[in-house]
């Protein structure tokens, strides 16, 4: 028996396309992070499972609320931009059954900007995620991008085929993948100005230093212009973290914009006096004469 779990925000444009091709387990689960659109609406034609979580700016912590609620001992964890093809619901059935291994790493055939990725660390053989697993070997750890905690004795199955991935969804074009640029890059900076990370700008630029080794050695270039938007969009991720952190420390918080507000505003008073005073200066001149 299979529970399928899938966290949602305003996933209207992919969770029908999803649900369909889950709709073969034995229950579905949706955890709603309190969706604006029709979301929850369309996910009620598939299931009767529905659950509300608190909005987070990412989903790890949903997910674990998920695993919680399933009542199955076999588990497959979907996001809503994703299609679970039908040749790999199949090999997930099969090893099931065979019950020789606890859990299942699941390549994914990543589409950025509408182009199916061939090359670098997000081709399918590249980029697997255990995403098929018994329940009691596993736990979701609440941090971001952190995904699964496996049991150390646990069997795990690789899937090394790619005709066998998850078709995953993912940036639609350059905004989107602005918009989680600066929603995960503030929650990776604000972790490490709490954790007081040493040598972050070192690391950040380490960091860019492998992404491009990445596009030139893990055949990112593969996807010509794509491939190289992809490595610099990166890149420009690792330094929106680095210069978040920055002004994190140089402001002393969290939220830097504040203390820049204040410091603004600060500014703005001054010249302010000073325009009074030369206007009192001025009219004081002027009656005089």
């Known amino acids: 028996m299979i529970s399928v779990i899938i966290h949602t925000l305003n996933e209207e444009q992919n969770i029908r396309n999803c649900l369909e091709c889950v709709k ?11 969706s604006k659109d029709k979301t929850v609406q369309i996910a009620k034609e598939y299931t009767d499972k529905i659950f509300f979580f608190e909005q987070m700016e990412y989903a790890d912590p949903a997910r674990s609320y998920g695993l919680s609620l399933a009542t199955n001992e076999w588990i497959l964890s979907v996001d809503a931009d994703e299609i679970v093809p039908v040749d790999l619901k199949n090999i997930l059935i099969k090893i099931m059954k065979e019950n020789y291994y606890d859990a299942v790493s699941i390549p994914h055939f990543n589409y950025f900007f509408g182009h199916a990725i061939i090359g670098g660390d997000c081709a399918p053989l ?44 993912g940036y639609i074009d350059i905004e989107h993948f602005l918009e989680k640029l600066n929603r995960y890059t503030a929650i990776e900076a604000k972790a490490l100005y709490l954790n007081n990370e040493k040598n972050v700008f070192y690391k950040l630029v380490i960091k860019n230093i492998k992404e491009i080794l990445k596009f030139l050695f893990k055949k990112g270039y593969k996807d010509k212009t794509y491939g190289l938007i992809y490595t610099l969009l990166k890149c420009g991720y690792n330094t929106c973290v680095g210069a978040k952190y920055f002004l994190m420390k140089q402001s002393k918080t969290i939220v830097p914009r504040n203390s820049i507000i204040y410091e603004y505003n600060k500014i703005a008073q001054k010249c302010i ?9 001025y009219n004081e001149d002027k009656s005089i004469n």
């Open 24 to 34: 073969w387990a034995d229950e579905i689960i949706i955890i709603d992070m309190h």
């Open 126 to 169: 590249e980029n697997p995620h255990i995403r098929f697993f018994k329940k009691n070997i596993v736990s979701y750890s609440d941090d971001i991008h952190s995904f699964l905690q496996i049991d150390y004795k646990a069997k795990i199955y690789f899937i090394e085929n790619k005709e066998l991935a998850f078709i995953h969804f």
């Open 273 to 281: 006096q000073e325009h009074k005073k030369r206007n009192k200066k």
